[in-house]
């Protein structure tokens, strides 16, 4: 056999060194090519089309029908044989039915009520502390201090007095009486009735005071003289206009009764408001 040594100055050893990078190249010039297309053809989505056309399919067998099946009648319907249905009724809630400006004019109005139930609130609540100061002021009176109350009856006391002017009476002893009082006496002729007259004159008989009495617009003097046999004798010492009919029933004792409980009524009212506007 025969040997060849090949030298790197040599022709034969250049030229296949050179056909061997010519083949690398192209072959890496393939490679690049080949990795691009694979790259383009995934990006662009035709490889899910090309894989499901290379995938072999086969038909798929239909169900067979149930044997108990009725065969379904595709026989036209009469249109003519169905009823109409009526439309059902629409009813209107009261939200749909509301008037905007009717819900304006309630929205304007809701202050205005507002202070107008404040407003009677606050009377109501003034009226009833005036009546129960009242009531208060009449019951110490009555049961406390002893006054009475008589009307005038008749015009024999004017200008001073008129008929309906209610008499504030205080029991005072009857050895203090004097001459120039207003003094409420029975009648001598009318049993039960009383008149409310001036002492004009005293006089004392056996320890009792005898008094002589007269009307301010009556010329003379009332014609008996009374002996005053109690140890006190109503006297006026004040007097309120027009209204002695009403205050005159506070002479019985039943109505003091009902006069004690209208007080206590109306501080359990009080104190009932007063309870509820604190928790309130």
Not at 63 to 82: E, S, V, Y
Not at 131 to 158: D, H, Q, R, Y
Not at 241 to 248: F, K
């Amino acid at each position: 056999m025969t040997t060849h040594r090949l030298t790197a100055s040599s022709p034969a050893t250049r030229r296949t060194v050179g056909d061997l990078l010519t083949a690398h190249r192209a072959e890496t010039a393939t490679a690049h090519r080949a990795s691009a297309d694979t790259i383009e053809w995934c990006r662009s989505g035709r490889f899910a089309g090309d894989l499901l056309a290379d995938t072999p399919t086969r038909p798929v067998p239909a169900a067979p029908a149930p044997a108990d099946t009725a065969p379904i009648d595709t026989a036209p319907i009469d249109t003519a044989d169905l009823a109409p249905v009526a439309p059902t009724p629409v009813v209107p809630t009261p939200a749909d039915t509301a008037d905007p400006a009717a819900a304006d004019d309630t929205e304007a109005a809701e202050p205005v009520v507002r202070s107008r139930r404040g407003l009677r609130r606050v009377l109501s609540g003034v009226a009833l502390a005036v009546v129960t100061a009242a009531a208060i002021a009449t019951g110490v009176g009555v049961v406390v201090f002893k006054v009475g109350f008589a009307t005038v009856l008749s015009p024999s006391m004017e200008p001073g007095l008129h008929p309906g002017d209610l008499l504030l009476t205080r029991a005072e002893p009857t050895a203090d009486l004097e001459v120039g009082d207003v003094v409420v006496l029975p009648r001598p002729d009318a049993p039960g009735e009383r008149y409310s007259h001036r002492v004009v004159a005293v006089r004392w008989s056996d320890g009792d005071p005898v008094v002589t009495t007269k009307g301010d617009n009556n010329t003379a003097a009332d014609p008996q003289p009374l002996r005053i046999t109690s140890d006190t004798v109503p006297v006026a010492f004040g007097h309120v206009p027009r209204v002695g009919g009403v205050a005159l029933a506070g002479q019985r004792p039943w109505v003091r009764v009902a006069l004690i409980v209208l007080v206590g009524l109306a501080l359990f009212e009080a104190l009932r408001r007063a309870i509820l506007r604190r928790a309130a």
